[in-house]
């Protein structure tokens, strides 16, 4: 972090904060300036004196900007009528009954800043997490089995969270100039539709999309390995279900259009034995939790062109990987399991999947990211930031989890000229 300067005043008060409060009730974040001020619900979004030079790094010129400082609660989300992990065998009763279990009840406290320079919107957003959670349904090998099996998707108790750290923001598109009906007071929560009917094997029973034919929500949803290379949102939008409204079938979420920045295609089948494994192994790289499309085109990753009863990899090279007796392919710690995911820097800023930017920086004790996008982008499927004017939007926190977001609804940004 840029060195600040720190007035006497705000230093002895800061102290006083440090020693009154307590870690449940103030955020433990870097401390304000009380001539800012600050917000619980609304944030302002102020015409900066100077741009922040975008980095992910905290400039002078961020200490002009009125921060919004509340909290990220993981609620309830319904019941998972069917399992949801490979690994259950579908057997629902080895999986926790709510949707967010085992992270229901969580608290993230954040800390978000906003400012403009009339073409750009800024935001500094950061939020308590002591980890940078990397580890996304990696592949390991389970020696009493004998069989390749990749961390679940969905934790089935605390200690079984294997999964990116990630957050998500929502604002409404104005279509024939209305925002979407309730969005204003209800902000995510409109989107949000629980209790769906008929679900099928992967489909959950909630899901986003909008109540009215017409309506849109821009989402922008960042995902820490996913968008490594992109340095982006992986941008998208919110609409109706397509007449699938009532059922787990119902999907309203869809991507802006441009590159995608991923693939999870990372399981290979061996026609000759049946058995599955990764589809590709970095040779001798330790603790690594994706591999790039130009790591697979150079060589680096090799391709897994056989996998054996007892788990033995067969290599594209003519190599073999023997897992057994080896605890570096182990569940949970092992330091050689494998990514479950490709990545590559989509359309870096150059198309609308991925124009809105992020610069994100984890400091130890939390994540402190940097966004940058236009105002006004010219897609139908983005919010119009207007100078002047306010707009609702809600934020949600995912720490280390696939669906168990924290949520934090009901805020404004309101727009200085």
Known sequence: MKTQKVSLVFAVLFLIILVNCTHDDAPTITPIDPGVGQSSDVLLVKRFSTTPVFDGEIDDVWEEARPLINKATVSSA???????????????SVEPKDLMDPYTG???????????????????FEWEDEADSRDRQSWYFNATTSKWQQENKYANHKNDKFYEDKFAMMFPIKVNGSFPEGFAGGTCTVTCHTGLINPQPGQKTTRHYMSNTGELADLWHWKRDRNELSQSVDDGYV??????????????????EGIGMYSTSMKFTDGATGFSGPKYVIKN????????????????????????????????DGSTLDPNGDPDYFQG???????????????????????????????????????????NTGDPNDAVFVLGEEIPFGLVIFNNAAIGHAQSNFLTMKFEN
């Open 78 to 92: 319904g019941d998972r009528i069917i399992p949801l992990n490979s690994s259950s065998n579908g057997d629902a």
């Open 285 to 316: 790289r330790d603790y690594y939790y994706w591999i790039t499309q130009a790591e697979i085109d150079n060589g680096t990753a090799v391709a897994v062109t056989g996998v054996a009863a007892n788990g033995v990899l067969t290599l594209a």
């Open 106 to 124: 969580e608290v993230y406290k954040y800390k978000l800043r906003g400012g403009h320079d009339g073409e750009f919107l800024y935001l500094l």
């Open 333 to 375: 710690f092992g330091s050689k399991r494998m990514p479950s995911i490709i990545i590559n820097p989509g359309g870096a800023g150059n198309d609308h999947r991925s124009e809105t930017q992020v610069r994100a920086k984890h400091v130890g004790s939390g994540w402190q990211l940097e966004i940058k996008r236009k105002l």
């Open 239 to 256: 609409r109706d279900a397509d007449g699938k409204e009532g059922t787990a079938a119902a999907n309203g979420r869809k991507a802006d």
